[in-house]
């Protein structure tokens, strides 16, 4: 069994920052990819940002590109959102996801790809 938890958010004013936390626990991740997903009432579950445990490559939605900045603590086996910049169209319930082994970063895109999810963290941006 996996489990993904997510701590970090809250409600921050338009241009503030937050930091959204995952500890993975359960199984190794040293080899997988992480990423983070978001849902805003009434969408659908939309990438966010992913990031190999191997090398740190990272890839993003262009939404958030050069806004938020996923990384990673092996030793913890924890990953981190850095959001910066935040909007009101930010706000949404982000979601931790470890990805299928396997997967290339061509499919992180989408949910399909995830093996695993945590229980989500609220994130609102007033303006």
């Known amino acids: 069994q996996v489990q993904l938890v997510e701590s970090g958010g809250g409600l921050v004013q338009a241009g503030g920052s937050l930091r959204l936390s995952c500890e993975a626990s359960?199984?190794?991740?040293?080899?997988?990819?992480m990423g983070w997903f978001r849902q805003a009432p009434g969408k659908e579950r939309e990438f966010v940002a992913a990031?190999?445990?191997?090398?740190?490559?990272?890839v993003y939605a262009d939404s958030v590109k050069g806004r938020f900045t996923i990384s990673r603590d092996n030793a913890k086996i924890t990953v981190y959102l850095q959001m910066n910049s935040l909007r009101p169209e930010d706000t949404a319930v982000y979601y931790c996801?470890?990805?299928?082994?396997?997967?290339?970063?061509?499919?992180?895109?989408?949910?399909?790809?995830?093996?695993?999810w945590g229980q989500g963290t609220q994130v609102t941006v007033s303006s």
């Open positions: 996801a470890a990805y299928t082994p396997g997967r290339n970063s061509a499919t992180y895109y989408y949910t399909d790809s995830v093996g695993y």
């Open positions: 359960g199984r190794t991740f040293n080899s997988y990819a």
């Open positions: 990031i190999r445990w191997s090398g740190g490559s990272t």
